[in-house]
């Protein structure tokens, strides 16, 4: 499973299409699209027309937990270890 994105023809910036239907799924413009159909993501990531969307997995961080310390007037200072 993977999200796609419609962004238009690369090649035509003229091109004005809302949306555009692709192995039988609607892509709005610039909207991202769920896909699950292992032949439909490989056609699509092999066209200009369209950019699969990057999803970051981020680490929950600890409560109270921070990598940047204060230098004593509330503010926060990056790389500075527990002064």
């Known amino acids: 499973m993977a999200k796609f994105r419609f962004i238009g023809n690369p090649r035509d910036p003229k091109d ?3 949306s ?3 192995g039988g799924i609607v ?3 610039g909207e991202p699209v769920e896909v699950t159909d292992d032949a439909v ?3 699509l990531r092999g066209n ?3 950019a699969e969307v990057q999803t970051r997995i981020r680490e929950p961080k600890e409560e109270g937990a921070s990598s940047a310390a204060s230098d004593g007037s509330g503010r926060r200072v990056k790389g500075v270890e527990g002064r």
């Open 20 to 22: 555009v239907t692709f």
């Open 41 to 43: 993501m490989a056609k």
């Open 27 to 29: 892509f709005p413009l």
């Open 48 to 50: 200009s027309h369209f």
């Open 16 to 18: 004005s299409r809302a």
